[in-house]
């Protein structure tokens, strides 16, 4: 007889446990930030064109901080620190949180731990958007954004309001509805991305780098467009976390906390939605960010969302960004590519390690 998937355990406060998960999640946040000070001083170091460590720290203390150091190194070093890595260490950076945030959203609304930020369709509409804008013969570019950004941020957020929209024909959008909404809508775009890519020609290789995602053509001007996006709709994710919280006893629990269910799902929807748009529209598809992420912060710290939301994106920051620097040092393969290989067998070994899941 077939068993219902695993569900993520509701938060649940046992007595003497508050202060060694608390503990946990001091120590989690400070090696967090260690590794996130580690790659970004790697991630602007490491290259075809080396620069030393303290060079490295130089320029970063000058430029970032205003500090008045020596000059220990050329001018080229200063501008390859600058305009070309350290755009690209940042935008990793905020897309790998982003993602992070946005998986334990869809997870606690979906109660499903093998929910990812592409669940509902995101994916698949940003990936047919990218290659539409290959196909158009226009040349449009706004803030260093062309219109394959624009249209692949567009068909992120067309394909999940279809699915919200769809889901709710019956008059609700129950989370099974949402799921299998979003598989048919997936599914449907899939085959209209095959079509797309069918018709490319020459122009294929764009559209396979967007599906395999990367950071080699980070600016500051991208960066500067999409943070807004994913730092304020993670802010907001984040103040809701007691409404996270409270879904993860069920929609009938919450609703008795006083959780007004529907519209809290609808925003927590829309801004895990819009989060994973922006990245996907700077990055491509990258992969196991949103899955493997929450996952070991649950493991560590337990499903309260106060504490799973900041230390995940804390972890997505430092995952994605030693992900790049791998991709890089390997003769610039797609990030995709790195974060599947790391994150397929890693996610596997954690699973096989915890057995209980999320209720130890």
Wanted: net charge positive; proline share 4%; aromatic share 6%.
């Amino acid at each position: 007889m077939a068993t219902a998937p695993e569900t993520i355990a509701a938060p649940v406060l046992r007595v003497g446990r508050s202060d060694g998960v608390r503990g946990a999640a001091i120590r989690l946040a400070i090696v967090g930030f260690v590794a996130l000070g580690a790659a970004l001083v790697l991630g602007v170091g490491l290259g075809s064109v080396g620069v030393a460590p303290g060079d490295t720290l130089g320029i970063l203390a000058h430029r970032m901080f205003g500090v008045d150091v020596v000059q220990t190194w050329p001018a080229s070093a200063e501008t390859i620190v600058v305009d070309l890595r350290l755009p690209r260490v940042l935008t990793s950076m905020l897309v790998g949180m982003g993602l992070a945030v946005a998986g334990v959203t869809f997870q606690g609304l979906l109660r499903n731990p093998l929910a990812d930020p592409y669940v509902l369709g995101t994916a698949s509409g940003a990936a047919l958007g990218a290659a539409i804008a290959v196909l158009l013969p226009v040349n449009l570019v706004i803030l260093q954004f062309g219109l394959l950004h624009g249209l692949a941020f567009i068909g992120a957020l067309l394909a999940i309001t279809a699915v919200y929209k769809l889901a709710r024909l019956g008059g609700s959008a129950p989370m099974t509805s949402l799921l299998l909404t979003g598989y048919a809508v997936g599914s449907l775009l899939a085959a209209g991305l095959a079509l797309a890519m069918y018709l490319s020609g020459t122009a294929l290789r764009q559209i396979f780098d967007f599906l395999l995602g990367g950071f080699d053509g980070a600016t500051w001007q991208r960066l500067a467009a999409t943070l807004p996006f994913i730092v304020i709709g993670s802010a907001l994710i984040l103040l809701r976390a007691r409404s996270l919280n409270a879904m993860l006893l069920g929609e009938e629990a919450a609703a008795h906390l006083g959780i007004d269910v529907r519209r809290e799902r609808m925003i927590l929807l829309g801004l895990g939605s819009l989060v994973t748009a922006a990245a996907v529209a700077i990055s491509g598809l990258i992969g196991f960010i949103g899955l493997v992420v929450p996952h070991v912060v649950r493991l560590v710290v337990g499903p309260s969302a106060r504490l799973v939301l900041p230390l995940s994106a804390l972890g997505g920051a430092v995952l994605l960004a030693f992900a790049d620097i791998a991709a890089r040092m390997m003769g610039e393969i797609p990030v995709g590519v790195v974060t599947a290989v790391l994150g397929a067998p890693f996610f596997l070994v954690i699973l096989r390690r915890a057995r209980s899941g999320y209720e130890g």
